[in-house]
């Protein structure tokens, strides 16, 4: 409609207070994430249709203040300030109002257009707390909307506020909240001074400047330092400093946020009635048994291993599922297309690359379902609680432990799950230790050589120290990361343990599609471009010789006058052979070959090499290509792959550990790689960290291949 | 004394925050201001972190981070904690208020 107006509307409120559930709740379907300028902060962005108008809804990150400590209040302040949202609704939890409203103060100190949406009023009314709004009012000078976005009540009443509030017909009276006398004299006078400085610009709101300034802001520091009139302020700053030290002996900072505690609890004594909370709440009882000192470690562990569970049990069947879609329509497909270069593209390179992309989704899905479930019933923020010592221990935090389990199963829906953490520094060491993590598809390499040169009692011992190599060496990792290039901004343990709710069924699917589809879009191109990358590079060039061998073998076995079964037979081995014999020829081919001279201290030959590389795509495909690769030349019939390399001369016990070692530390595939990618958000650390692994993987392999040739 | 040095179940009143900025400033926004009453409920099984209530509010934090929570120790006149005791003693589930 051409008629239609726009309002923009900014959501700020602290962790858990239901911002997204209302954001939700609001735009439906009609959502965007993205980032904000600068920042891997997600930026989730909506709209909806509303009375003739349009209103854009801007879910900003959650935050307890508007300090610059950490990313998320840097990205609120700065959106409202430069973006200058039409109104901004402040979500504040009923059931928690105190603490709430230290960042509704804050908000009220940046003089802007503020909507106060009461949240959980269903809670509230069913605890029996009693809330004077109009009083409330009173003291904060905006409106109060009460709502429930669990249950979308008072949406609609939320939505005519915002276009009162934006058509300037409901007046924010923008009340200012009055610090101590020694203060507020400071503010005053930096605030004057400020509005002596010309370049400042007419519009710029000199007291909240003063009093970030005031609180050690180093924002409003850099903001200011520019202009002549800092030799001024910075005295006036100190002269603050020593008032506040004289007279209350603390600093500005934790004067203000004193008097702006003082405020809140008076306007709590004021305006809410609770009944008397005497006795334990059933959060109370829950933690009670779960944070338990005894019992706390075990219900951990059992959480821990029924996400693992849903995850990677439930997901098998459905990827195999898929698996096999995509399995039936290659091969409905290839019939269709004419022999030779173009089905190979369509069908090796295509389908089975879109293929390699699409099965990760039930893990994702099952995992993300799982995770949300968690972080919405309270239970995530106690996990961290549980584990964080020993998390700590290795410079990482208590957040960590879960992805870092998932990773045991596919390192992709682990290192997306790695965005509840909040710093960035915390995020990057736990995503860089994932790929340690043993995942699912190396199992088959290490079940293939263990099996092939170890006894099965052994070759469990093998397979169990393989994996234990994986986690000493990803914490080792860690620390190593956390006490060098990530040594800033750790996370504090300083946090709120929410009560315990249940989640509703439609905010776990709806994590769930959310987490698929940034998958698919962000992460699925590059992943299928780096696969069929990886096809090409092992069916180009082709030999043309190769080609007419297999054509002149095929016409001379028709020729022939043997059995048909055997001709099939012999037909087979001769395609496997040329098949063999094109990936030498193949740029993969040749790389194994160039590689050869570095990895032979490793006790690999190009042939290993080849697999290496083509193991790119899939860890899994080591085992694929050593089988096409290692049955060249091959005349027995029918021998497993583990008799063949048992066989092979190249092939030795210390090989195949050392080839284990470097399976396990090497290069992740590249859809892991992609997905890192996406959530460090930069190419140069992902690049760093790859050469990293190599390192780590070419030192590792060496130790355990120079050992083994010793003791065996 | 210390927030560090309180026993599960002491209660203690902040007297001074001292930390290092962010975590200081995270401390102060979540309540922990001069003056806030405070109660330790628990340490998590490995004996770090620490879990405090305070305002109504659960809240965990370090030990190394607590460190620097300046307290006042007070009389304990009720626990909030909910111990297999109190659970005993037939309290009713469910009852938050």
Known sequence: ?712 | MKLSELKAGERGQVTAVASEPVIRRRLMDLGLVRGTELEVLRFAPLGDPIEISCKGLLLTLRRNEAEGIAVDKLEVVESRQASWASLLRGHRFGKSA
């Open chain 1, 1 to 712: 409609m051409s008629t239609q107006k726009n309002i923009t509307v900014a959501l700020a409120g602290n962790p858990n207070a239901g911002k997204s559930s209302l954001f939700n709740a609001l735009t439906g379907a009609h959502q965007r994430v993205g980032n904000f300028p600068g920042v891997t902060i997600e930026k989730h962005e909506g709209y909806l249709d509303y009375k003739n108008y349009r209103i854009t809804v801007v879910d900003l990150p959650g935050t307890y203040s508007l300090t610059p400590y950490s990313p998320e209040e840097i990205v609120t302040r700065r959106f409202i300030i430069d973006e200058k949202p039409d109104v901004v609704v402040n979500v504040v939890e009923g059931t928690n109002l105190e603490r709430n409203l230290m960042l509704t103060v804050q908000l009220m100190e940046m003089e802007v257009d503020l909507l106060v949406a009461l949240n959980m009023m269903d809670e509230v009314e069913e605890k029996g707390i009693s809330i004077d709004l109009d009083q409330l009012e009173q003291l904060f000078g905006s409106h109060i909307v009460p709502i429930s976005a669990r249950n979308r009540k008072g949406l609609d009443d939320l939505l005519d506020h915002v276009i009162s509030v934006s058509e300037g017909r409901i007046e924010i009276r923008k009340n200012k909240i009055t610090f101590s006398p020694e203060v507020e004299k400071a503010i005053d006078k930096i605030a004057a001074l400020l509005s002596h400085e010309r370049e400042l610009g007419a519009g710029a709101n000199y007291r909240w400047l003063a009093i970030k300034l005031l609180e050690n802001d180093r924002e409003a520091y850099t903001e200011v330092q520019k202009y002549p009139v800092w030799v001024k302020i910075e005295l006036a700053l100190q002269e603050a400093i020593k008032e506040c030290e004289r007279l209350h002996s603390t600093d500005p900072e934790a004067l203000i946020t004193e008097d702006r505690h003082a405020f809140v609890h008076g306007a709590m004594q004021e305006c809410v009635r609770k009944p008397k909370a005497t006795r334990a709440s059933v959060s109370d009882y829950i933690d009670a048994v779960v944070l338990n000192r005894v019992l706390g470690l075990p219900v951990f562990f059992l959480v821990v291993w029924a996400i693992f569970q849903l995850t990677f049990t439930l997901g098998k069947p459905l990827m195999l599922a898929l698996e096999f879609v995509f399995d039936l329509l290659s091969k409905s497909v290839a019939p269709l297309l004419p022999e030779g270069m173009v089905r190979s593209i369509f069908v090796d390179g295509v389908i089975s690359g879109v293929g390699s992309v699409v099965v990760f989704l039930p893990n994702i899905v099952l995992l993300f379902m799982g995770l949300s479930f968690l972080e919405a019933s309270g239970y995530m923020a106690r996990a961290a609680f549980v584990i964080d010592k020993v998390m700590h221990r290795f410079g990482l935090h208590g957040k960590s432990f879960i992805p870092m389990i998932t990773g045991f199963g596919c390192s992709i829906p682990a290192i997306m799950a790695t965005r509840t953490m909040k710093s960035r520094s915390d995020r990057l060491a736990t995503i860089m230790t994932i790929p340690f993590m043993s995942c699912g598809a190396k199992l088959p390499v290490y079940v293939l050589l263990a099996g092939a040169f170890f006894p099965p009692a052994m070759a469990a011992n093998v397979m169990f120290g393989i994996y234990l190599l994986g986690i000493v060496v990803g914490l080792w990792t860690a620390r190593l990361l956390k006490s060098t290039v990530l040594k800033s901004d750790s996370e504090p343990f300083v946090m709120e343990l929410p009560p315990y709710r249940w989640p509703t069924f439609s905010s776990v699917i709806f994590q769930a599609r959310m987490k698929a589809v940034m998958y698919l879009k962000k992460a699925g191109t590059l992943i299928l471009g780096a696969v069929i990358l990886i096809w090409v590079a092992s069916n180009f060039p082709r030999s043309q010789a190769l080609d007419t061998e297999l054509a002149n073998g095929k016409a001379r076995i028709e020729a022939s006058s043997v059995a048909p079964e055997l001709k099939a037979e012999q037909l087979q081995k001769l395609e496997a052979r040329i098949e063999a014999r094109q990936l030498e020829y193949s740029i993969a081919g040749r790389s194994g070959k160039l590689l050869e001279p570095l990895i032979r201290p490793l006790g690999f030959d190009w042939r290993i090499g080849i697999s290496l590389v083509t193991g790119l795509a899939a860890k899994e495909v080591v085992v694929s290509t050593l089988g096409t690769i290692f049955s060249i030349g091959q005349t027995t019939d029918n021998t497993s792959l583990s008799a063949i390399l048992r066989s092979d001369p190249a092939f030795s016990k210390a090989t195949a550990l050392s080839l284990m070692v470097f399976v396990l530390l090497y290069i992740p595939c590249v859809a892991a790689v992609g997905v890192m990618k996406k959530e460090v958000g930069a190419w140069k650390p992902v690049l760093f960290y790859s050469a990293y692994v190599l390192a780590v993987a070419w030192v590792a392999s060496f130790i355990t291949y120079r050992l083994a040739l010793l003791w065996m």
